[in-house]
Structures are given as structure tokens and as C-alpha cells.
């Protein structure tokens, strides 16, 4: 597609103004609505609000009144020609317009246009289209290919098209050839790796589809650091971003000015922007205030308008460059949204991109120069859809997070004191701390705050920990300090996990159950679901795996069923539902909300080996699965992450899910034999 001016034919349904008998022009109303639909001019909604638009073929440009004086302004002088003769003037038109441009341009006037609906051509989940000046291009996980934007489903919106032409290269362009790979490969430190994790990156942004299971605020940090916390930026974040709008529409707001408990700071966003970067923010800025738009729908606020609500599926990602780590709560609701990269020490003021390579990037690229770019940006976006969003292992992000939640002069402190004790007064600690001169008496912290500061150390540094006595807690004593346990893993035993998707395994499953269920009486059924998401009214169960006997599992899979679940699992049901039978969970309050929104109502004694583990010990902070497995078994789980590798759940392999599913239950089923006899112990 080309900027250039629309050639208009001269066959015009209804001309915009008439002569009088009296030799007078006047523009009547309603021909005057006509030829604005002529002009291909109409109201429409596109995201949510009513625009004026202007649909050529499948191109839609969203307009202004004042853009639509000036195509109409456009026309006359370019076929006033075919009226030369009629005994008015160009001028006569112009003064008649001018006397009722108020009532034509009103907006009770232009409701009368005709209103079409605009269907907008939309990323899918496998699927990202860029909208080149010639041609768009489709990107899938296995083809990159040109298609005629007659041939798109849907409608293109302008500002989406990018203002310069591709083609496809006749062979792959090697690393030296493209400035912006090679300056990746630099930030990356030539680390395979990281420059994965960086390509992901922009895949990632690129892709203008919002998955709620994977949504995250990418945060761009430099990697180095000095014992102040003191980073000198210039590393290549903001060149970073700059690459990424040009491929995509990207609001670029200044981190300096940025306020998020201010309701304008957004205000420069658009529906149409699939990108928002906030560049250089400042210090001290909290994550959580993001948190709504990071996972929610996005809404927009103008002064003296109406605010714009764009909904999650249409709302932009977000990108943010800082020097200074983003304040952010400990937790699965800070992890879940927040993925953070740094940057090598390739760039500074050492070395500038500009003394590296010798030119400017953007603005001193010729023609091949942009399409190799294109085509390497296009390719991150493949690289992404095939292997998600990838985590590069941290540089100093632990280091620096610790600096910045305890303080460069506690954490000093405290390093002198566990040297000499393992069991730390908190009062007499903390006068120390305050009388010995470490930090001036302005920023000194509270008993309250220094306790907290010293709890984050802790656990920043490793430490395993408890505060003793356990009625008044006046001392932490450092428990373990030996060097870090070696758990076993899946990859070092044996495990007999099997998938159950199809009839016949499910034949097998129900006779293994008759028959140990048969001998063992006194036997347990551990349940756990995976599912797409934590909300059981919006979300779906993945699978069901089931543990009744040690290093064994049945994964019953969901996915092949398609609305005959019910009937699927229904063999399973009287083990399931048996009053007779004892089912263990971890978390059941969880499992329990899905299985009854699915008709599923689990009978007779019900074990949660979270609550079992709280009464074991209710001092200790945490009683996640994976954490007491390590605890009393000495067992390391799959992570999460790490199974999900950025995709949905719905994506990852039937054998590692059923691996993760079925690994959960062996460990509920033997965590709740060991909680069980520690408790009896007890009595």
C-alpha cells in the first residue's frame, strides 16, 4: 500500500451542492451525507467506540472531522472541472460550505452516515500477521509467508500498517549482516541462552495476542552493579524498545514524569496500541500498582472524557526500562505477572551502539538494511510461538534485591553477626544496630521494620530459620548453615506414571483400583487437578492425576473428550466418591470448587496435607507442596515455570504434564503418610 492521494472517480451518486433558480448554491443535507459516503466515509466501532472512519477495500483509516473537510476540499479543486459550465464559481461552492459547515459537520448531522461494523484482523494464539506498505506477512511456527491483504479475513486498521515495504529474502541473513541481531547477541553477552531469552522477548511483544495464562509486564534491567546499588544505565534498553516500535504501535511514556497512582498517566494510550513502554522509570515505583493492567482489561483515562475500557483480549503488553528494581510484594501474584531480563555490560559509557557499529541506528538504514530487520524481528516472533517466553537465569537480580529490601549497612551488620552467633536477639539486635553507628539517626529503621528487614535477609541469603521461643518468638536462630542438601529428583528414581486418555486405559485403571482398593482397606486415593487457570468458573480442568500406591500415577487426561468428560471419568467415579475410601489433597479448598462446578462430589473422609503440615508445625512460614516435599522427603519437584516453558498448559506435551500431575500426587500420597505418623507421634 502506498501514501499516496486517492484517485476519486467523477461519478459522484449525489452532488454536494446545487444551484438555485435564482442562480444561487446551496449544499442541502442529506447530499451532503451522501457524497461523504462516497468519499467512503462512515461511523463505525472499532475496539469498543464510535469512530468516523474511512474504508478502502479492508484498509481503515480512523478520521477527524477536519480530515474529512480536507478529502472534500480535495475533491472540488480536482473535479470542479465537470461544473465549469453550470454559471458558478470554485469559490461560490467554498463560500456555501463555509456558511453551513456547522450544521454538515455537526455531530447530530453525522449520525446520519451509515454505520457499518468493523471487524478487525486479529492475532490468533499460533498464529501474528505484520502489515507492511506492499503486503502483509502471516508468521506461523513452521512458515513465514506473504499474503494479499484483499485475501485477510478482517479489517486492517492504518496506524497498525508499518510505513515501509518487505520481501522475503532469498537466503537467511547471517548474524554480521543484520546490526540489530548482532547488537541482541551483544546485550545477551554472547550467551546462546540469553540471546534466546532476549529473541523470546520480542517475540513475545510482537505477538498481539493475550494469553491469561502467560501475561507479563516485561521489565528490562542492567545486569551490573556496584555494592551502593548504584547502576550507570546506557546498557541499550531504550534502543531495545525503540526496535520494537517499529514492527508495532508503541505509546513510549517517560519514566521520569510517570506517576501510577495518577488516573492521566495512560492518557496517551490508544485502543489501537499493542505496545505501552514506560522508558527510564524512576525509582521507587511499586509493581503492584500494575498488576490490574498487566493481567486485566486496560482502561484508558483522558482529562474531561469519558474513560476508554480496552478489554483484556485487545489491551496492550507492557514493557518497562529501569536502573532501579520495581518495588513488589514476595509471591505467585508478583512472579505470575512480572518477567525481568538484564542486560550485559557490553554497552556503557565505555562503549556507545553508535561507536560500535559506526552509524545510527533506524536513521541510517538503507532499504536492505530495514527488510533485514524486519525479517529478523519477524523471525524472534517464530522462535516465540514455537518455544514461549524463555527465562535467562538472573546475573544479579537476587543480589540486588536483597540491597534493595535490607539496606547495603544491615546487610553488613548482619554478616558480622552470624559469624559470631546463629541465634540472633531480636531487641538486643536491634539496639545494636541503631547505637553502633551504622546508618545516621534520620534513616533508622523502626524495631517492626528492622525485624521484617531481617526476616528478607534471611531468606534472601538461604538461611533456614526459626523464631524461638515458640509463645514469644524473641529469637530468630539460624538452623542449617550447611552446605545446600542434594535432593533427589525425578531423573533418580523409578516412577511408574501412565497416561489414561482413551477407553481401553481407562478399562486397565478401574482393575488396578478394584484390586488394590480390594486388599487395602485402610488404603488412600491422593487426587490433584491441573488446570487453565485458578478461577473455577472461567477456567477448565486439564487432567485429574490419581496416586494409590508409592512411585505410581494415572493421569486422566481431559483434553481428547470434548464435552463426554462425565462419561469418560464415570468409571472412576465410585472409587472417587466412595465414602469408604480416604482422598488426600494439597490445597483441597481448590480442587474441591473445580470438581463440584463439574457435577463431582467427593464423599467420606478428606485429608489436605497443607493443613496436616500447618499442624505439624504452625510456625513455619510456608506449607506449599513443593516446599515440604523438600522438607520431609527430600524431594525436588518439576517447577512450574519449568514445565510450562512460556506456553499455555494446554500446549505442553501430554508425557511431561502427566510426569508433573502425577509427581504432585505421589508426593501428596506420601507426605501424608509420613505428616500422618509425625502427628500420631505426637499424642
Given at each position: 500500500?502506498?501514501?499516496?492521494?486517492?484517485?476519486?472517480?467523477?461519478?459522484?451518486?449525489?452532488?454536494?451542492?446545487?444551484?438555485?433558480?435564482?442562480?444561487?448554491?446551496?449544499?442541502?443535507?442529506?447530499?451532503?451525507?451522501?457524497?461523504?459516503?462516497?468519499?467512503?466515509?462512515?461511523?463505525?466501532?472499532?475496539?469498543?467506540?464510535?469512530?468516523?472512519?474511512?474504508?478502502?477495500?479492508?484498509?481503515?483509516?480512523?478520521?477527524?472531522?477536519?480530515?474529512?473537510?480536507?478529502?472534500?476540499?480535495?475533491?472540488?479543486?480536482?473535479?470542479?472541472?465537470?461544473?465549469?459550465?453550470?454559471?458558478?464559481?470554485?469559490?461560490?461552492?467554498?463560500?456555501?460550505?463555509?456558511?453551513?459547515?456547522?450544521?454538515?459537520?455537526?455531530?447530530?448531522?453525522?449520525?446520519?452516515?451509515?454505520?457499518?461494523?468493523?471487524?478487525?484482523?486479529?492475532?490468533?494464539?499460533?498464529?501474528?500477521?505484520?502489515?507492511?506498505?506492499?503486503?502483509?506477512?502471516?508468521?506461523?511456527?513452521?512458515?513465514?509467508?506473504?499474503?494479499?491483504?484483499?485475501?485477510?479475513?478482517?479489517?486492517?486498521?492504518?496506524?497498525?500498517?508499518?510505513?515501509?515495504?518487505?520481501?522475503?529474502?532469498?537466503?537467511?541473513?547471517?548474524?554480521?549482516?543484520?546490526?540489530?541481531?548482532?547488537?541482541?547477541?551483544?546485550?545477551?553477552?554472547?550467551?546462546?541462552?540469553?540471546?534466546?531469552?532476549?529473541?523470546?522477548?520480542?517475540?513475545?511483544?510482537?505477538?498481539?495476542?493475550?494469553?491469561?495464562?502467560?501475561?507479563?509486564?516485561?521489565?528490562?534491567?542492567?545486569?551490573?552493579?556496584?555494592?551502593?546499588?548504584?547502576?550507570?544505565?546506557?546498557?541499550?534498553?531504550?534502543?531495545?524498545?525503540?526496535?520494537?516500535?517499529?514492527?508495532?504501535?508503541?505509546?513510549?511514556?517517560?519514566?521520569?514524569?510517570?506517576?501510577?497512582?495518577?488516573?492521566?498517566?495512560?492518557?496517551?494510550?490508544?485502543?489501537?496500541?499493542?505496545?505501552?513502554?514506560?522508558?527510564?522509570?524512576?525509582?521507587?515505583?511499586?509493581?503492584?500498582?500494575?498488576?490490574?493492567?498487566?493481567?486485566?482489561?486496560?482502561?484508558?483515562?483522558?482529562?474531561?472524557?469519558?474513560?476508554?475500557?480496552?478489554?483484556?483480549?485487545?489491551?496492550?503488553?507492557?514493557?518497562?526500562?529501569?536502573?532501579?528494581?520495581?518495588?513488589?510484594?514476595?509471591?505467585?501474584?508478583?512472579?505470575?505477572?512480572?518477567?525481568?531480563?538484564?542486560?550485559?555490560?557490553?554497552?556503557?559509557?565505555?562503549?556507545?551502539?553508535?561507536?560500535?557499529?559506526?552509524?545510527?541506528?533506524?536513521?541510517?538504514?538503507?532499504?536492505?538494511?530495514?527488510?533485514?530487520?524486519?525479517?529478523?524481528?519477524?523471525?524472534?516472533?517464530?522462535?516465540?510461538?514455537?518455544?514461549?517466553?524463555?527465562?535467562?537465569?538472573?546475573?544479579?537480580?537476587?543480589?540486588?534485591?536483597?540491597?534493595?529490601?535490607?539496606?547495603?549497612?544491615?546487610?553488613?551488620?548482619?554478616d558480622e553477626e552470624l559469624i559470631r552467633s546463629k541465634k540472633l536477639h531480636k531487641k538486643e539486635l536491634f539496639q545494636t544496630f541503631v547505637k553502633g553507628g551504622y546508618v545516621s539517626y534520620k534513616y533508622q529503621p523502626t524495631q517492626k521494620s528492622f525485624t521484617t528487614r531481617l526476616k528478607k535477609y534471611l531468606e534472601y541469603k538461604g538461611y533456614n530459620y526459626k523464631e524461638t521461643p515458640s509463645n514469644t518468638k524473641i529469637y530468630f536462630e539460624v538452623v542449617n548453615n550447611s552446605p545446600p542438601i542434594v535432593y533427589t529428583t525425578i531423573k533418580d528414581i523409578s516412577v511408574d506414571y501412565r497416561i489414561v486418555d482413551t477407553k481401553n486405559k481407562m478399562t486397565r485403571l478401574v482393575k488396578e483400583l478394584t484390586k488394590y482398593f480390594g486388599e487395602n482397606r485402610q488404603g488412600v486415593l491422593a487426587i490433584d487437578l491441573e488446570?487453565?487457570?485458578?478461577?473455577?468458573?472461567?477456567?477448565?480442568?486439564?487432567?485429574?492425576?490419581?496416586?494409590?500406591?508409592?512411585?505410581?500415577?494415572?493421569n486422566v487426561s481431559f483434553r481428547m473428550q470434548k464435552g463426554k468428560i462425565l462419561d469418560f471419568i464415570q468409571p472412576i467415579m465410585p472409587f472417587v466418591t466412595s465414602e469408604t475410601i480416604t482422598k488426600v489433597f494439597h490445597n483441597a479448598k481448590f480442587d474441591l470448587k473445580f470438581l463440584q462446578l463439574y457435577g463431582i462430589e467427593i464423599n467420606g473422609q478428606i485429608k489436605d496435607t497443607m493443613i496436616m503440615d500447618y499442624l505439624l508445625d504452625p510456625n513455619r512460614k510456608?506449607?506449599?507442596?513443593?516446599?515440604?516435599?523438600?522438607?520431609?522427603?527430600?524431594?525436588?519437584?518439576?517447577?512450574?515455570?519449568?514445565?510450562?516453558?512460556?506456553?499455555?498448559?494446554?500446549?505442553?506435551?501430554?508425557?511431561?504434564?502427566?510426569?508433573?500431575?502425577?509427581?504432585?500426587?505421589?508426593?501428596?500420597?506420601?507426605?501424608?503418610?509420613?505428616?500422618?505418623?509425625?502427628?500420631?507421634?505426637?499424642?
Amino acid at each position: 500500500m502506498k501514501n499516496e492521494k486517492n484517485e476519486i472517480t467523477q461519478k459522484v451518486i449525489s452532488t454536494p451542492f446545487r444551484k438555485t433558480a435564482k442562480g444561487r448554491i446551496y449544499i442541502p443535507t442529506m447530499d451532503f451525507i451522501n457524497f461523504l459516503n462516497f468519499l467512503s466515509f462512515y461511523r463505525a466501532k472499532v475496539n469498543g467506540m464510535l469512530e468516523y472512519v474511512q474504508v478502502k477495500g479492508n484498509l481503515v483509516k480512523i478520521v477527524d472531522k477536519p480530515f474529512m473537510i480536507e478529502v472534500c476540499l480535495d475533491w472540488l479543486e480536482n473535479n470542479f472541472e465537470s461544473y465549469s459550465n453550470d454559471g458558478f464559481t470554485i469559490k461560490d461552492v467554498l463560500e456555501s460550505w463555509v456558511a453551513k459547515i456547522r450544521v454538515l459537520m455537526d455531530e447530530k448531522t453525522l449520525y446520519f452516515l451509515p454505520t457499518i461494523e468493523i471487524l478487525l484482523h486479529l492475532d490468533t494464539e499460533n498464529e501474528s500477521y505484520f502489515y507492511f506498505k506492499n503486503t502483509a506477512v502471516k508468521v506461523d511456527k513452521y512458515s513465514i509467508t506473504l499474503v494479499d491483504y484483499k485475501d485477510l479475513n478482517g479489517n486492517v486498521l492504518e496506524e497498525q500498517i508499518i510505513d515501509r515495504e518487505f520481501k522475503l529474502p532469498k537466503s537467511g541473513s547471517s548474524k554480521t549482516s543484520v546490526p540489530f541481531q548482532r547488537f541482541i547477541c551483544n546485550i545477551s553477552n554472547q550467551l546462546p541462552d540469553r540471546i534466546n531469552a532476549f529473541e523470546s522477548v520480542i517475540g513475545y511483544m510482537l505477538h498481539r495476542y493475550q494469553n491469561p495464562a502467560n501475561s507479563k509486564a516485561v521489565i528490562l534491567l542492567d545486569g551490573t552493579i556496584n555494592e551502593l546499588n548504584i547502576v550507570s544505565g546506557g546498557s541499550g534498553k531504550s534502543l531495545f524498545v525503540k526496535g520494537l516500535s517499529y514492527m508495532r504501535s508503541l505509546c513510549d511514556i517517560s519514566g521520569k514524569d510517570f506517576d501510577s497512582r495518577n488516573n492521566f498517566s495512560f492518557q496517551r494510550v490508544s485502543p489501537q496500541t499493542n505496545i505501552v513502554a514506560i522508558n527510564d522509570i524512576k525509582e521507587n515505583q511499586n509493581f503492584e500498582m500494575f498488576y490490574g493492567r498487566v493481567t486485566d482489561g486496560f482502561t484508558i483515562s483522558k482529562k474531561y472524557k469519558t474513560d476508554v475500557y480496552v478489554p483484556f483480549c485487545l489491551s496492550p503488553k507492557m514493557i518497562i526500562t529501569s536502573n532501579y528494581l520495581l518495588k513488589a510484594p514476595m509471591g505467585n501474584s508478583t512472579e505470575r505477572r512480572r518477567y525481568e531480563i538484564e542486560f550485559s555490560e557490553h554497552y556503557g559509557k565505555h562503549l556507545t551502539v553508535f561507536e560500535d557499529f559506526e552509524h545510527y541506528f533506524f536513521d541510517d538504514w538503507n532499504t536492505d538494511q530495514w527488510n533485514e530487520f524486519s525479517m529478523y524481528m519477524i523471525c524472534c516472533i517464530q522462535k516465540y510461538l514455537n518455544s514461549g517466553l524463555v527465562q535467562a537465569d538472573s546475573i544479579n537480580l537476587n543480589e540486588r534485591r536483597l540491597i534493595n529490601d535490607v539496606g547495603i549497612e544491615l546487610i553488613e551488620f548482619l554478616d558480622e553477626e552470624l559469624i559470631r552467633s546463629k541465634k540472633l536477639h531480636k531487641k538486643e539486635l536491634f539496639q545494636t544496630f541503631v547505637k553502633g553507628g551504622y546508618v545516621s539517626y534520620k534513616y533508622q529503621p523502626t524495631q517492626k521494620s528492622f525485624t521484617t528487614r531481617l526476616k528478607k535477609y534471611l531468606e534472601y541469603k538461604g538461611y533456614n530459620y526459626k523464631e524461638t521461643p515458640s509463645n514469644t518468638k524473641i529469637y530468630f536462630e539460624v538452623v542449617n548453615n550447611s552446605p545446600p542438601i542434594v535432593y533427589t529428583t525425578i531423573k533418580d528414581i523409578s516412577v511408574d506414571y501412565r497416561i489414561v486418555d482413551t477407553k481401553n486405559k481407562m478399562t486397565r485403571l478401574v482393575k488396578e483400583l478394584t484390586k488394590y482398593f480390594g486388599e487395602n482397606r485402610q488404603g488412600v486415593l491422593a487426587i490433584d487437578l491441573e488446570t487453565t487457570g485458578l478461577d473455577p468458573h472461567n477456567d477448565e480442568i486439564e487432567c485429574m492425576a490419581l496416586t494409590f500406591k508409592e512411585r505410581t500415577g494415572f493421569n486422566v487426561s481431559f483434553r481428547m473428550q470434548k464435552g463426554k468428560i462425565l462419561d469418560f471419568i464415570q468409571p472412576i467415579m465410585p472409587f472417587v466418591t466412595s465414602e469408604t475410601i480416604t482422598k488426600v489433597f494439597h490445597n483441597a479448598k481448590f480442587d474441591l470448587k473445580f470438581l463440584q462446578l463439574y457435577g463431582i462430589e467427593i464423599n467420606g473422609q478428606i485429608k489436605d496435607t497443607m493443613i496436616m503440615d500447618y499442624l505439624l508445625d504452625p510456625n513455619r512460614k510456608t506449607h506449599g507442596l513443593k516446599e515440604i516435599s523438600k522438607l520431609h522427603l527430600g524431594y525436588c519437584q518439576v517447577n512450574y515455570e519449568e514445565m510450562l516453558k512460556g506456553k499455555s498448559i494446554k500446549e505442553v506435551p501430554i508425557e511431561e504434564l502427566t510426569n508433573y500431575a502425577c509427581e504432585d500426587t505421589d508426593q501428596t500420597f506420601q507426605l501424608y503418610h509420613y505428616i500422618n505418623n509425625q502427628l500420631n507421634s505426637k499424642l
